[in-house]
């Protein structure tokens, strides 16, 4: 693959015969790659899908793998940092093998896509969270990583929450007083957000009129469902609490950290050109029609230090269309409505940890 070229791609401009142009074969050599500095990966590959993969398809390790093997494409001794999905004491967490290019690259399409959807400047940040999360510089959890690689994108960095998950007002009313006139981002996961700081900014009957924010969340809607939180509701309650605020969630996992789905203003998750998705029938896992309920497979072409980059995921979702989303932007487009009934609950912010 040519770095250089892929990574100077604009995320949402390819139609999609001019992407599969570029990703399908640069997804096929980052198989090969792994199948030739990943022993796990080889075994695997021989094992059970031998006869497709010499057919030039690539297959998907199931996301639950990374749960119990650290599989890894690199020596031991050019592992920079391992980061691990968030869960309870009772669940097993993925563990992710990166070095430093890969971590760069990471950063570096993040980047690309954030600016986006944020401008190009880095903007005031207010992080709701508490500045604990991120702990060991070696090991992050899910929320340690999020907040780290977002961080990247803003300064003054303002922590919204203290460690025991209550407001520190005084914090949040200096940043929004201090930023009145400018624009502003704002980053957390989903129901930290809403349950440690909307629910609680209404609950004390307190609000701020923010001229001008965006606010990038994720992860954590099964108990917001469970409330009957939905995201309209949320997006509404998060306007009357603080303002004008342009609210986008997005898709992502510490499996393929760097690549994320962002919600579009029509209200739909797109897909950049450095990834794909496939939905996937429940029973046959062959491609699904758009409209149809499915098993989400991602794929990225990120992963270079450890293969994961395609993995069939815990996630139900639902694919709308491509190329023709009327926000403008191509690509593919599509919903997550939730997880797999048996599947393990995945943890990244659904536990406030």
Known sequence: MNWEQLMTLPAYDLNSQDKANVFTPALMALSQHHYTHSEDYRLIIDSLYKEVFEQGE????????????LLKSIPIENIFRITTSSGTTSQQVSQIVLDKENTLRQQKILATILKHWLGSKRLPMLIIDHPNVIKDKFSYSARGVGIQGMSLFGHD??????????????????????????????????????????????LQQTSFQVNEAVLLHSGGWKKLLDQAVSNDAFKQQV????GSVQVHNFYGMVEQTGTIYVECESGYLHCPVWSDVTILN??????EI??????????????????????????????????????????KYFLVNGRLAKAEVRGCSDTQS
């Open 58 to 69: 690539v297959p998907a390790l199931n996301v639950g793998l990374f749960k119990h093997h």
């Open 157 to 202: 960095h303002t922590y919204a929450l203290n460690e025991d998950m209550t407001i520190n007002i005084g914090a949040v009313s200096q940043f929004f007083d201090k930023y009145k006139d400018q624009k502003v981002f704002i980053f957390g996961f989903t129901f930290v957000v809403w349950q440690y700081f909307i629910k609680q900014l209404a």
């Open 282 to 287: 429940k029973k046959t896992l062959k491609p």
């Open 290 to 331: 758009h409209g149809i309920e499915g098993i989400i497979q991602v794929s990225s072409l990120l992963p270079t230090s450890y293969p994961g980059h395609r993995l069939l995921t815990e996630d139900l979702g639902v694919m709308l269309g491509e190329d023709d989303c009327t926000c403008g932007r191509h690509g």
């Open 239 to 242: 306007q009357t609490t603080l």
